[in-house]
Protein backbone atom coordinates (compact mmCIF):
# COMPACT_ATOMS: atom_id res chain seq x y z
CA UNK A 1 0.00 0.00 0.00
CA UNK A 2 1.52 3.58 -1.43
CA UNK A 3 2.01 5.80 1.83
CA UNK A 4 2.87 8.88 2.47
CA UNK A 5 3.48 10.70 5.81
CA UNK A 6 4.18 13.83 6.28
CA UNK A 7 5.93 15.91 9.50
CA UNK A 8 7.46 19.30 10.52
CA UNK A 9 4.37 21.28 10.50
CA UNK A 10 3.10 23.82 13.79
CA UNK A 11 2.91 27.14 14.39
CA UNK A 12 5.75 29.72 13.50
CA UNK A 13 6.45 33.47 13.41
CA UNK A 14 6.57 35.22 10.19
CA UNK A 15 9.78 35.45 8.73
CA UNK A 16 10.84 32.90 9.80
CA UNK A 17 11.62 28.82 8.49
CA UNK A 18 10.28 25.67 8.53
CA UNK A 19 11.18 22.64 7.24
CA UNK A 20 8.11 19.93 6.14
CA UNK A 21 9.66 16.05 6.02
CA UNK A 22 7.35 13.21 3.98
CA UNK A 23 8.33 9.67 4.42
CA UNK A 24 7.07 7.44 1.02
CA UNK A 25 6.32 3.69 1.46
CA UNK A 26 5.06 1.00 -0.50
CA UNK A 27 6.44 1.73 -3.95
CA UNK A 28 9.48 2.60 -5.56
CA UNK A 29 10.29 6.20 -4.40
CA UNK A 30 13.14 6.55 -6.90
CA UNK A 31 10.95 6.40 -10.28
CA UNK A 32 7.94 9.08 -8.86
CA UNK A 33 8.25 12.90 -8.87
CA UNK A 34 7.15 13.95 -5.97
CA UNK A 35 5.24 17.03 -4.88
CA UNK A 36 3.80 19.90 -2.20
CA UNK A 37 0.36 20.73 -2.99
CA UNK A 38 -0.99 23.15 0.33
CA UNK A 39 -4.34 24.36 0.69
CA UNK A 40 -5.69 27.23 2.85
CA UNK A 41 -8.57 26.53 5.46
CA UNK A 42 -11.67 26.93 3.74
CA UNK A 43 -9.89 27.37 -0.04
CA UNK A 44 -9.16 25.88 -2.83
CA UNK A 45 -5.58 23.75 -4.01
CA UNK A 46 -2.78 25.24 -4.19
CA UNK A 47 0.38 23.46 -6.78
CA UNK A 48 3.81 24.70 -4.30
CA UNK A 49 6.51 22.63 -5.84
CA UNK A 50 7.44 19.42 -7.63
CA UNK A 51 10.72 17.40 -8.28
CA UNK A 52 11.01 14.70 -10.92
CA UNK A 53 12.55 11.72 -9.96
CA UNK A 54 15.70 10.67 -11.60
CA UNK A 55 16.80 14.43 -13.40
CA UNK A 56 16.21 15.99 -9.96
CA UNK A 57 14.86 18.57 -12.30
CA UNK A 58 12.40 21.25 -9.63
CA UNK A 59 9.91 23.68 -10.32
CA UNK A 60 7.51 26.85 -8.06
CA UNK A 61 4.62 28.04 -7.93
CA UNK A 62 5.37 32.06 -8.17
CA UNK A 63 4.15 32.67 -5.04
CA UNK A 64 7.18 30.59 -3.57
CA UNK A 65 9.62 30.93 -5.74
CA UNK A 66 13.16 31.94 -3.95
CA UNK A 67 11.81 31.38 -0.65
CA UNK A 68 11.08 27.38 -0.54
CA UNK A 69 13.24 24.80 -1.53
CA UNK A 70 12.29 21.32 -2.46
CA UNK A 71 14.49 17.65 -2.49
CA UNK A 72 14.29 14.90 -1.73
CA UNK A 73 16.73 12.03 -0.73
CA UNK A 74 16.25 8.72 -2.29
CA UNK A 75 18.38 6.79 0.24
CA UNK A 76 15.82 7.67 3.21
CA UNK A 77 12.68 7.45 0.67
CA UNK A 78 12.04 11.16 1.80
CA UNK A 79 10.79 14.38 0.42
CA UNK A 80 11.71 17.54 2.04
CA UNK A 81 10.17 21.33 1.63
CA UNK A 82 12.47 24.37 3.12
CA UNK A 83 10.18 27.20 3.50
CA UNK A 84 12.05 30.56 4.30
CA UNK A 85 10.98 33.87 4.91
CA UNK A 86 7.49 32.69 6.01
CA UNK A 87 4.60 34.83 5.65
CA UNK A 88 0.74 34.97 7.01
CA UNK A 89 -0.24 33.66 3.43
CA UNK A 90 1.50 30.24 3.59
CA UNK A 91 -0.85 29.14 6.14
CA UNK A 92 -2.42 26.13 5.14
CA UNK A 93 -1.96 22.41 4.97
CA UNK A 94 0.64 21.23 3.18
CA UNK A 95 0.22 17.86 1.48
CA UNK A 96 2.80 15.31 -0.06
CA UNK A 97 1.86 14.20 -2.60
CA UNK A 98 3.17 11.44 -5.57
CA UNK A 99 2.74 11.91 -9.41
CA UNK A 100 1.85 10.06 -12.30
CA UNK A 101 5.25 9.07 -13.83
CA UNK A 102 8.98 9.90 -13.25
CA UNK A 103 8.46 13.87 -14.41
CA UNK A 104 7.00 16.51 -12.40
CA UNK A 105 4.94 17.61 -15.24
CA UNK A 106 2.26 15.01 -14.44
CA UNK A 107 -0.94 14.45 -12.80
CA UNK A 108 -0.31 13.45 -9.06
CA UNK A 109 -1.44 10.18 -8.31
CA UNK A 110 -1.45 9.45 -4.35
CA UNK A 111 -1.68 11.97 -1.22
CA UNK A 112 -0.88 12.55 2.26
CA UNK A 113 -3.01 13.25 4.82
CA UNK A 114 -1.09 16.74 5.32
CA UNK A 115 0.87 18.35 7.84
CA UNK A 116 -0.38 21.87 9.09
CA UNK A 117 1.52 25.06 8.82
CA UNK A 118 0.70 28.42 11.05
CA UNK A 119 1.97 31.68 10.60
CA UNK A 120 1.44 34.08 12.81
CA UNK A 121 3.01 36.36 15.25
CA UNK B 1 1.65 32.10 -16.74
CA UNK B 2 -1.42 30.19 -18.07
CA UNK B 3 -4.65 30.81 -15.60
CA UNK B 4 -7.34 28.24 -15.09
CA UNK B 5 -11.25 29.09 -14.58
CA UNK B 6 -14.05 26.90 -13.88
CA UNK B 7 -17.67 27.41 -14.17
CA UNK B 8 -19.92 27.01 -12.63
CA UNK B 9 -18.05 27.86 -8.89
CA UNK B 10 -21.40 25.95 -7.66
CA UNK B 11 -24.14 23.82 -8.78
CA UNK B 12 -26.65 21.47 -7.26
CA UNK B 13 -28.56 18.63 -8.47
CA UNK B 14 -31.16 15.81 -7.98
CA UNK B 15 -29.68 12.61 -7.73
CA UNK B 16 -29.90 11.22 -11.42
CA UNK B 17 -28.91 14.20 -13.24
CA UNK B 18 -26.27 15.02 -15.76
CA UNK B 19 -24.29 17.24 -14.39
CA UNK B 20 -21.61 19.30 -16.34
CA UNK B 21 -18.23 21.17 -15.35
CA UNK B 22 -15.90 23.23 -17.31
CA UNK B 23 -12.29 24.40 -17.06
CA UNK B 24 -10.87 26.95 -18.96
CA UNK B 25 -6.79 27.60 -19.86
CA UNK B 26 -5.65 30.96 -20.78
CA UNK B 27 -3.74 29.71 -23.18
CA UNK B 28 -4.02 26.25 -25.11
CA UNK B 29 -2.73 23.26 -23.04
CA UNK B 30 -2.79 20.32 -25.34
CA UNK B 31 -4.44 17.46 -23.40
CA UNK B 32 -2.52 17.94 -19.94
CA UNK B 33 -5.03 18.09 -17.85
CA UNK B 34 -6.16 16.48 -14.93
CA UNK B 35 -9.61 16.61 -12.67
CA UNK B 36 -9.59 15.61 -8.84
CA UNK B 37 -12.45 15.13 -6.48
CA UNK B 38 -12.37 16.23 -3.18
CA UNK B 39 -14.86 15.38 -0.42
CA UNK B 40 -15.64 17.30 2.37
CA UNK B 41 -12.80 16.77 5.41
CA UNK B 42 -11.08 14.26 2.95
CA UNK B 43 -7.77 14.35 0.57
CA UNK B 44 -8.00 14.75 -2.80
CA UNK B 45 -8.58 11.96 -5.22
CA UNK B 46 -7.55 11.74 -9.09
CA UNK B 47 -10.57 11.08 -11.41
CA UNK B 48 -8.57 11.37 -14.71
CA UNK B 49 -5.57 12.51 -16.48
CA UNK B 50 -4.94 13.55 -20.19
CA UNK B 51 -8.31 14.94 -20.04
CA UNK B 52 -9.84 11.77 -20.68
CA UNK B 53 -8.90 8.68 -19.08
CA UNK B 54 -10.25 7.36 -16.61
CA UNK B 55 -8.00 6.40 -13.43
CA UNK B 56 -8.35 2.79 -12.18
CA UNK B 57 -11.32 2.43 -9.79
CA UNK B 58 -12.99 5.96 -10.75
CA UNK B 59 -16.68 4.73 -11.46
CA UNK B 60 -17.80 5.09 -15.21
CA UNK B 61 -20.55 7.57 -14.74
CA UNK B 62 -17.66 10.16 -14.56
CA UNK B 63 -16.01 11.59 -17.99
CA UNK B 64 -13.64 13.71 -19.30
CA UNK B 65 -13.34 15.43 -22.61
CA UNK B 66 -11.39 18.42 -24.26
CA UNK B 67 -7.67 19.72 -25.51
CA UNK B 68 -6.30 22.97 -25.91
CA UNK B 69 -7.98 25.26 -24.02
CA UNK B 70 -11.09 23.96 -22.87
CA UNK B 71 -12.26 20.43 -20.92
CA UNK B 72 -15.33 19.25 -19.51
CA UNK B 73 -15.95 16.67 -16.49
CA UNK B 74 -19.42 14.91 -16.77
CA UNK B 75 -20.98 13.07 -14.26
CA UNK B 76 -23.98 10.83 -16.40
CA UNK B 77 -25.82 10.08 -13.45
CA UNK B 78 -25.32 12.25 -10.39
CA UNK B 79 -24.75 10.44 -7.04
CA UNK B 80 -25.12 10.93 -3.20
CA UNK B 81 -21.58 10.04 -2.48
CA UNK B 82 -19.99 12.92 -5.67
CA UNK B 83 -20.86 15.52 -3.36
CA UNK B 84 -17.74 17.14 -3.41
CA UNK B 85 -15.58 19.79 -4.56
CA UNK B 86 -13.94 19.15 -8.39
CA UNK B 87 -10.47 20.70 -9.64
CA UNK B 88 -9.22 20.77 -13.15
CA UNK B 89 -5.16 21.16 -12.92
CA UNK B 90 -3.51 21.69 -15.49
CA UNK B 91 0.54 20.11 -15.82
CA UNK B 92 1.97 21.01 -19.35
CA UNK B 93 4.47 22.44 -17.26
CA UNK B 94 4.38 24.42 -13.84
CA UNK B 95 1.14 22.73 -12.55
CA UNK B 96 -1.84 25.14 -11.95
CA UNK B 97 -5.16 24.14 -10.22
CA UNK B 98 -8.77 25.53 -10.74
CA UNK B 99 -10.31 27.48 -8.02
CA UNK B 100 -13.00 24.22 -7.93
CA UNK B 101 -16.64 23.50 -8.44
CA UNK B 102 -18.71 22.65 -5.36
CA UNK B 103 -20.84 19.88 -6.40
CA UNK B 104 -24.51 19.24 -4.20
CA UNK B 105 -26.94 16.94 -4.00
CA UNK B 106 -30.42 18.61 -4.09
Known amino acids: EVQLVESGGGLVQPGKSLTLSCVASGFSFDDYAMHWVRQAPGKGLEWVSGISSKSGRVDYADSVKGRFTISRDTAKNSLYLQMNSLRGEDTALYYC??????????????WGQGTMVIVSS | DIQMTQSPSSLSASVGDRVTITCRAS??????LAWYQQKPGKVPKLLISAASTLHSGVPSRFSGSGSGTEFTLTISSLQPEDVATYYCQKYDSALTFGPGTKVDVK
Open chain 1, 97 to 110: AKGQSFAYTDAIHI
Open chain 2, 27 to 32: QGIKNY
